[in-house]
């Protein structure tokens, strides 16, 4: 069958439009707050100053220092573990067809504060300084990090296996996870209930996501994975389209559905466990960020996975900007804040009306 | 002739749903498949566009083999409307241009704008276009699903169930659409269905399955009541009203 005498809407066009503008104006707006959030903090820098460090324009070596040693790295931080948390929650309440849906339904959290715990205790990696609150220090982060990431993926690698079993639905997908962070959870009791006063010290510091603890090269590794996956990501935004009308619908649009959710699920577990691994875990913006996205440009993935990578990494980068100025001189973990923003942020959405 | 199905068979955890099923369609014509709840309706539908794989038997649409076609070749040949549609935060046209998936290659082009308002038109949908379809009542989302099926260029067209859920003003709506879209573009069309008298008065033939077998084949004009009796146990009379039968249900005692 063919249909001839259609032509393309203007009305149409300008809705595509508009949200094209939406995400080039979110772009420019996070350009801003990277800028604004560099000249933040003890030593507060002037956007000049920011703007020529950047540059490499001649700007003072003492901002130089600050910039490209702190401020930098800990900004991009935030940018990528916010556009990397968002857009996997995105995808995850696609595929599992859950608004509760996140990495974190699946366990993954659950799972990565698990190894590093058994990290600390077991293979001895965390240390306290002093007896100075933020003094303590884990002594050993790659085996830490590490030990968080292996149990990352084997939390995503049980939910495959059962899915394998069962048939890749949402409700077992969603149920294993439950069960795996139930577990997980016991675990980490389990472990803090033996640890000693240090011990039980650096595992607790270790669940507070802060986007300050990365280097430049944790920073690159996490970003790059990030980049990836969100490349992945983008390619499916038709077939998470479909999905959402229906694994039938989407049998009938050619859509291999099973195999869709396993991949998604694996690459948005693989992002959320590379960057909780490096900075412990930070909830809620993977959660909250697709909610809000979806609210203002609608549900279809080719525009709301884009606009979520860089809203996400908008959201993270203020709030990390205001954990550190809020209590200034102390320096709280963004974690905390966005918990804190993140429940009531979600109470209003979903008393304003909330829609899938 | 655009489906044939070949002595297709079927069965869920070594029970047998589909035995030895076959019969044929033509371009134009509209074919409704009835029988009780559980007789395997679905399941035959669901083993014409291959989601699900018969254990014996073999499809043919269009000259060719489902199970040698890939899932995307499918469904550049095959357009199906499930019987449960869940509705995203998406506008109409978005959500009748995803029909367009099998046909897109990385980009949204012209053309498949062009096709998608096209079938707005003839499916009189241009006031909903722009509307989000999880504000929508069951009738219009009927109408963007057979939408959505429409511009993925079938020449195969299968419903399940297309008109349960809906009004009698919207089930009237939905048959005349499918009966015109079957004859104007030379369309094939399998259509599951429990109401008799709408299925008798827009199909163009009708097969009865019973027991996961073919019980009866034929156009609605040849329907006898002993058919209907001995599908669904129930006894009824067949009357003519202006050339169309019509199934009543016989007074007990």
């Known amino acids: ?356 | 002739m655009i489906l044939q199905v070949n002595g297709v068979s079927f069965g869920y955890n070594g029970r047998r749903v589909l035995d030895d099923v076959r019969f044929s369609v033509n371009p134009g014509e509209l074919m409704v498949i009835l029988g009780p709840n559980g007789v395997g309706k679905t399941t035959l539908l669901r083993c014409i566009n291959a989601i699900l794989k018969p254990a014996e038997g073999a499809v043919w649409v269009d000259g060719h083999e489902v199970l040698g076609l890939t899932p995307q070749q499918i469904a550049r040949r095959v357009g199906y409307v499930a019987q449960q549609q869940s509705a995203g935060r998406l506008t109409a046209f978005d959500a009748i241009l995803m029909g367009r998936r099998p046909h897109i290659q990385w980009r949204v082009s012209d053309e498949d704008l062009r096709i998608v308002d096209g079938a707005i038109k003839s499916l009189d949908l241009q006031g909903l276009a722009m509307r989000y379809i999880d504000q929508m009542s069951g009738g219009e989302l009927q109408k963007v699903a057979i939408g959505r099926a429409m511009v993925q260029e079938p020449k195969l067209l299968l419903l399940d169930e297309p008109t349960s859920n809906l009004d009698l003003k919207n089930q009237l709506e939905i048959l005349r659409l499918l009966r015109h879209a079957v004859q104007d573009h030379g369309l094939a069309a399998v259509m599951t269905m429990h109401n008799l008298n709408m299925a008798l008065r827009f199909a163009d033939k009708y097969l009865f399955l019973k027991e996961g077998r073919i019980f009866d084949v034929g156009r609605p004009e040849e329907i006898s009541a002993e058919t209907v009796d001995a599908v669904y146990g129930v006894a009824v009379e067949i009357h003519r009203h202006n050339g169309n039968p019509l199934v009543i249900p016989k007074e007990e005692n």
């Open chain 1, 1 to 356: 069958m063919h249909f001839a005498q259609g032509e393309i809407p203007r009305q149409y066009t300008r809705y595509i439009g508009r949200k094209s503008a939406f995400i080039g104006a979110s772009f420019l707006f996070l350009a801003g707050a990277i800028l604004v959030s560099i000249s933040q903090g003890a030593a507060g820098i002037p956007l000049e100053g920011v703007v020529r460090s950047l540059l490499g324009a001649g700007a003072e070596r003492r901002y130089d220092v600050i910039i490209w040693n702190i401020r930098l790295p800990q900004a991009l931080s935030a940018v990528a573990a916010g556009a990397g948390l968002a857009v996997s929650g995105a995808v995850m309440q696609s595929i599992l067809r859950n608004p509760l849906g996140s990495p974190f339904t699946l366990g993954i959290s659950q799972a990565a504060a698990f190894g590093a715990a058994l990290a600390v205790m077991i293979l001895d990696a965390g240390v306290m300084a002093s007896t100075q609150v933020g003094a303590v220090t884990i002594s050993e982060p790659i085996l830490t990090t590490a030990t968080a990431f292996v149990f990352c993926l084997a939390a995503a690698a049980v939910i495959i296996a059962v899915s394998r079993l069962r048939g890749a639905s949402p409700e077992t997908m969603i149920l294993t996870g439950v069960a795996l962070g139930a577990l997980f959870t016991a675990g980490t009791m389990f472990l803090q209930f033996f640890a000693d006063d240090v011990q039980l010290a650096a595992m607790v510091f270790w669940t507070f996501g802060d986007v300050g603890r990365a280097n430049w090269f944790e920073l690159a590794l996490f970003s790059g994975v990030t980049a990836l996956a969100t490349v992945y990501f983008f390619a499916n935004g038709w077939n998470y389209n479909a999905i959402d009308a229906g694994d039938e619908t989407a049998q009938g649009l050619g859509v291999r559905v099973e195999r869709i959710r396993l991949l998604g699920m694996l690459v948005a577990s693989l992002v959320t466990a590379v960057i909780v691994a490096f900075l412990g875990i930070i909830g809620f913006v993977g959660l909250v960020c697709p909610h809000m996205v979806r609210r203002l440009i609608g549900g279809d993935h080719r525009f709301l996975l884009p606009a979520t990578v860089i809203v996400g990494g908008l959201l993270l980068l203020i709030s990390d900007t205001v954990a550190r100025l809020i209590l200034a001189p102390h320096l709280l973990p963004v974690s905390i804040l966005t918990a804190f923003m993140g429940a009531p942020a979600f109470l209003y959405l979903l008393i304003r009306g909330y829609r899938r």
